[in-house]
T-cell receptor, first 112, second 110 residues
Framework: ETGVTQSPTHLIKTRGQQVTLRCSSQ?????VSWYQQALGQGPQFIFQ???????GRGNFPPRFSGLQFPNYSSELNVNALELDDSALYLC???????????FGPGTRLTVT | QKEVEQDPGPLSVPEGAIVSLNCTYS??????FMWYRQYSRKGPELLMY????GNKEDGRFTAQVDKSSKYISLFIRDSQPSDSATYLC??????????FGKGTRLHILP
């Protein structure tokens, strides 16, 4: 059984650019949730995808969007990057929207 | 008042001691309670997952939920230097988002 993987590990972007982060879910998991974790803070829920449909969204603007694919891998897209978007982006997979979620190692995004 | 409150620490204890980590919450609707461990520059790792009030034990870890007081705890027995990490509490209501605490930084001193 493989764990949750994310790519890239680190990323540096300029304000105003767009970024795509990728996540590969744990084998057998059909739900993926994305979180933003600022330094010294707990993760904040961005949105969740269940069987390729958005299944809940946190308090993030529409420039944060996502996709989940039939193999249950997923993407987080952020448009018009702002300095405050600098954070660790985490994805977590689970089965049937269970709270028993398993996190990937994260992508550290720096916006300059 | 924030929905979930957690003392950020740092908390330093000698090796072998019992560690007590705590969170309080304000939303009485919370049903699910989790504890995660996060090492520096890594993703959170699920340690404990509970649904009801009472205690749940797994090896050196015990999770305790007191819904009447809106208070949850994680106890670590026989603490080891490898337990040094940030511990995050998290909780939620079915079909709603999970809310995380800010995390408590724990240092186990050899």
């Amino acid at each position: 059984e493989t764990g949750v993987t994310q790519s890239p590990t680190h990323l540096i972007k300029t304000r105003g650019q767009q970024v795509t982060l990728r996540c590969s879910s744990q084998s057998g998991h059909n739900t993926v949730s994305w979180y933003q974790q600022a330094l010294g803070q707990g993760p904040q829920f961005i949105f969740q995808y269940y069987r390729e449909e958005e299944n809940g969204r946190g308090n993030f603007p529409p420039r944060f969007s996502g996709l989940q694919f039939p193999n249950y891998s997923s993407e987080l897209n952020v448009n018009a990057l702002e300095l405050d978007d600098s954070a660790l982006y985490l994805c977590a997979s689970s089965y049937d929207t269970s709270y028993e979620q398993y996190f990937g190692p994260g992508t550290r995004l720096t916006v300059t | 008042q924030k929905e979930v409150e957690q003392d950020p620490g740092p908390l330093s204890v000698p090796e072998g001691a019992i560690v007590s980590l705590n969170c309080t919450y304000s939303n009485s609707a919370f049903q699910y309670f989790m504890w995660y461990r996060q090492y520096s520059r890594k993703g959170p790792e699920l340690l404990m997952y509970t649904y009801s009030s009472g205690n749940k034990e797994d090896g050196r870890f015990t999770a305790q939920v007191d819904k009447s007081s809106k208070y949850i705890s994680l106890f670590i027995r026989d603490s080891q230097p490898s337990d040094s990490a940030t511990y995050l509490c998290a909780m939620g209501v079915r079909d709603d988002k999970i809310i995380f605490g800010k995390g408590t930084r724990l240092h186990i001193l050899p």
